[in-house]
């Protein structure tokens, strides 16, 4: 199974944007970034999920520090016909 | 009559943070091709819509468990454009929890058939679903905890995956590839603890071309 990265950045003032920026089939990267996304973004929502919801906190408050993350959230049997480079090593990102 | 023919898979559990998310997914090439996607989210959302490759998709159901503080739904999409396109999901408002996606396409598909679904049952949660000949089933079921097995039919495992968005979901769970023999079918999910739904839905196969219920019968030696 393709493991497809996102990088996520903010859009406008409280939203996520998700562009494909690459794929890898390497769990040890997998981890690597979805590790990092935990600590980071993926942290910053679960500790303000009902205010986020409620729009009492922007997602923009994040981003002030933070320009990008990245995350690997979606498998995929195929990518044909996707330009995405595959990653083999973290640094590429 | 064929069963459907199994084709590209795509799972997503990202949080949105939007009132929409795109997803990109390959549509075989064949004929008589369909799309599915079934989907679950924290119900103080709803779905309000899916295109593929720009094509509205026929909502199935959408349905509020309560219970389990979750919104599951089911789009699909007869003949979609093939190829890698975008299947886009709207939402009611922002959502900031994970959204559990699995989109699988079919080829040599008649469509969608029978739909059932039960909400919140002590494990093991067993239901029916009566389907046509060489049809093939979905199930789908969320959780509190960690779910354990989804049998097409009860008695036989089948592969899934798990999605933890504020629930366990458990999702792309399908029929072996030769589908169902026409009838009644039972299908089970079992949780390690706790109420688990169980939503399963038909594929069907293609219709015989040849009309085999009356009439003459001509045997090619």
Known sequence: MITIISKIELEGTDNLKYTDV??????????????SYDSTLGKFIGENRTKLTLGEVSISEFFATTEYVNEAATQTDSIDGLSLIE??????? | MASP??????NSS???GASSKNYTHNQNTG???????QLSMTNNRNFTGATYGGQAMTQLYQINRGGLGQKMAFYY???PPTGSNTLTLSFSASVWNGVSVHIRSFTDSGGIGASNRTGGQSSPHSGDITV????????????????LTQQIPTGTNRTFTTHNVNRQVATGAISANGGHSAGTINVRATSASGNLTLDRTEIKGLG???????????AIM
């Open chain 1, 22 to 35: 690459g794929y890898t089939e390497d769990v040890s990267i997998i981890n690597q970034i979805n590790e």
């Open chain 1, 87 to 93: 990653i083999t090593n973290i640094n590429q990102l």
């Open chain 2, 5 to 10: 023919t199994k084709g590209n898979t795509t």
């Open chain 2, 14 to 16: 990202a949080t949105p």
């Open chain 2, 31 to 37: 004929d008589d091709g369909l799309i599915v996607v």
């Open chain 2, 77 to 79: 999409l007869e003949n």
């Open chain 2, 132 to 147: 046509e000949e060489d049809s093939l089933i979905m199930i789908t079921s969320c959780c509190v905890n960690v779910i």
């Open chain 2, 208 to 218: 015989s071309s040849v009309d085999t219920t009356g009439g003459d019968f001509f």
